[in-house]
């Protein structure tokens, strides 16, 4: 399960996600990094006990495949394809 938010998103800001998400006292397995679409960072991910993986995209808003559309569809194939997000620029 997968759950992101654009770190611009004043709808659902990405600290309220991060508040909620401490609200069900999963164990984080991988703590808060980077990720990267190709030599950019794309954002930020963070994985959960029980398979939830929570990832921020780096300067999108509420709708993310507008603002960030390479971003958007490689967090959504590594998702797909149960692949980790890229943890570096290579």
Same mark, same amino acid.
């Given at each position: 399960?997968?759950?992101?938010?654009?770190?611009?998103? #004043?709808?659902?800001?990405?600290? %309220?996600? +991060?508040?909620?998400?401490?609200?069900?006292?999963?164990?984080?397995?991988? !703590?808060?990094?980077?990720?990267?679409?190709?030599?950019?960072?794309?954002?930020?991910?963070?994985?959960?006990? #029980?398979?939830?993986?929570?990832? %921020?995209? +780096?300067?999108?808003?509420?709708?993310?495949?507008?603002?960030?559309?390479? !971003?958007?569809?490689?967090?959504?194939?590594?998702?797909?394809?149960?692949?980790?997000?890229?943890?570096?620029?290579?």
């Amino acid at each position: 399960m997968c759950a992101c938010s654009g770190d611009t998103d #004043g709808r659902i800001p990405v600290l %309220s996600t +991060r508040y909620g998400l401490r609200e069900l006292k999963l164990n984080v397995t991988k !703590e808060w990094r980077a990720w990267f679409e190709g030599r950019e960072v794309g954002g930020w991910v963070e994985e959960y006990e #029980g398979g939830l993986t929570f990832a %921020s995209i +780096r300067g999108a808003g509420h709708f993310v495949p507008i603002y960030k559309p390479q !971003e958007a569809l490689s967090l959504f194939s590594h998702f797909l394809s149960a692949q980790p997000l890229p943890s570096s620029r290579f």
